[in-house]
């Protein structure tokens, strides 16, 4: 049984940076598209970015095109999301996926996998 566990969250003021990690243990995830998620209280869970299994392709949700890259480092089964520029409607539980269905299942939502989430919070 695979395991995703984040890392790297905090209270960050507005326009600053951080980088996610999910760092996945138990099974190899090279094999996997991977995503992230994320959901704010109150709203539905958001698609934010996904990786092909080699890395060569990637998507974003169109609110954080341009300020959020996601990149993976099969040899250490680890995915990032640098995230730039923040926003206080960036905040929100931020979640890594993975699924071998294809990156089109996470980016309509979907996930075969899931972590337990690290938290965003960014103040204005």
């Known amino acids: 049984q695979g395991q995703l566990v984040e890392s790297g969250g905090g209270l960050v003021q507005a326009g600053d940076s951080l980088r996610l990690s999910c760092a996945a243990s138990?099974?190899?995830?090279?094999?996997?598209?991977m995503g992230w998620f994320r959901q704010a209280p109150g709203k539905e869970r958001e698609f934010v970015a996904a990786?092909?299994?080699?890395?060569?392709?990637?998507y974003y949700a169109d609110s954080v095109k341009g300020r959020f890259t996601v990149s993976r480092d099969n040899a250490k089964n680890t995915v990032y999301l640098q995230m730039n520029s923040l926003k206080p409607e960036d905040t929100a539980v931020y979640y890594c996926?993975?699924?071998?269905?294809?990156?089109?299942?996470?980016?309509?939502?979907?996930?075969?996998?899931r972590g337990q989430g690290t938290q965003v919070t960014v103040s204005s």
């Open positions: 138990g099974r190899t995830f090279s094999g996997y598209d």
């Open positions: 990786i092909s299994q080699s890395g060569r392709s990637t």
């Open positions: 996926a993975a699924s071998q269905r294809g990156t089109w299942y996470l980016r309509e939502g979907n996930y075969d996998y």
